[in-house]
């Protein structure tokens, strides 16, 4: 597929905002693992070529096993996934397939049983934010395959 529009050169505006929400989710305690593996997750629901290949390197680089990875699909039948990521993991799916019946009370529960209200506000904020970018990319067909994770030390330092 062609490419149809970069957003980097066409509107730096509109980039500018995304990339203040991912500055923001940085600075927001948030384990950066485990904000990849969500956004790896919203990727896969959503079909993004793009987003798929940026947090799968990301989250290699940043030490997760092909394991994990694999299984992320099918996270319920695996036992690769603690309790506070299967929390982010629902809590992520129910976001992003809102018109599957908006999010269910149990799915908070659990996310707010493992999440403070600014954590799940944050991790919220994040799964926003991944939808925005798989939208963007989608739409625009974004060429998947460039992007180079940064180094393992900058990911540790980062979490």
């Not at 485990?34 to 680089?61: E, T």
């Not at 695996?78 to 809590?91: D, I, K, T, V």
């Not at 019946?101 to 994040?126: I, Q």
């Amino acid at each position: 597929m062609e490419p149809r529009i970069n957003i980097t050169t066409v509107n730096p505006g509109a980039l500018k905002a995304m990339l203040g929400l991912e500055s923001y989710l940085r600075q927001s305690g948030l384990d950066t693992k485990l904000l990849d593996l969500v956004k790896l997750r919203v990727s896969q629901i959503n079909g993004c070529a793009y987003c798929l290949d940026m947090h799968w390197k990301d989250l290699r680089a940043a030490g997760e096993t092909e394991q994990r990875l694999y299984g992320l699909n099918a996270w319920r039948e695996s036992p690769y996934y603690n309790e506070r990521e299967r929390a982010a993991l629902a809590w992520a799916e129910a976001v992003t397939l809102v018109a599957d019946g908006h999010v269910p009370d149990d799915v908070f529960e659990k996310a707010h049983r493992h999440f403070n209200d600014d954590e799940l506000a944050s991790l919220t904020l994040g799964i926003v934010a991944i939808n925005g970018w798989n939208r963007l990319s989608i739409a625009f067909r974004t060429t998947p395959g460039t992007h180079q994770p940064a180094a393992k030390e900058e990911h540790r330092a980062a979490a």
